[in-house]
């Protein structure tokens, strides 16, 4: 999640959301490493929304904090939108990363999916702000993928962890390293109920 400020006179909106993470897994290198991935995929292209019929380029400001030992009771009674809480742990059920729902603060990443380049804490992001995944998951031929196809999306042979596999078999589908943010992300936000 986020929050939302129109800067009229800039024809901007910044949206601001604040990474919590803990866990047997987290650190602060892992919660850095988390915060630059999703302010740098989330601006790289620019991205724009109207107001008024006028256009406003879109900013992510991301801050990020390690905070060990937090209290549950934190996370269920929080009422801050900017603030997303990530429990970090070597093992994750289902062997993936996940958000609680849509438009939800909260979700568990396994340690596996963070590394430099993953886009998995990006696309964990974007369903905090509401995307969900594509309903086609067939995304060949189509160059790119955008960053909210899961894994297991059928992409063309370069994006797949192993270019001479055919496409849905084991190392035929989507390696997560090669999605991106683009500016149809960013319109697809509700971010006016992000103000």
């Not at 001479?164 to 991106?180: E, F, I, L, Q």
Request: charged letters at 20%.
């Amino acid at each position: 999640m986020g929050e939302a400020e129109i800067v009229p006179h800039h024809n901007t909106i910044v949206i601001a959301s604040h990474i919590i993470t803990y866990g047997n897994a987290a650190d602060e290198k892992l919660t850095a490493l988390i915060r630059d991935e999703i302010e740098t995929m989330w601006n790289e292209p620019k991205g724009m929304v109207y107001v008024n019929d006028i256009p406003h380029q879109v900013f992510f400001s991301i801050s990020a904090v390690l905070q060990q030992g937090i209290d549950v009771n934190e996370i269920y009674e929080n009422n801050d939108p900017r603030n997303n809480y990530f429990r970090i742990e070597e093992y994750a059920h289902g062997n993936i990363s996940f958000v609680d729902g849509l438009g939800c603060n909260s979700g568990y990443f396994q340690l596996e999916n963070l590394y430099a380049g993953s886009t998995t804490a990006a696309h964990e992001y974007g369903h905090t702000l509401g995307l969900d995944h594509p309903n086609d998951m067939d995304y060949r031929g189509k160059g790119i993928p955008a960053i909210m196809y899961p894994r297991g999306t059928l992409v063309d042979p370069q994006f797949q962890y192993d270019p001479s596999k055919s496409a849905g078999v084991a190392g035929g589908t989507m390696h997560p390293m090669y999605r991106k943010v683009f500016a149809e992300d960013i319109s697809a936000l509700n971010w006016e109920k992000l103000v």
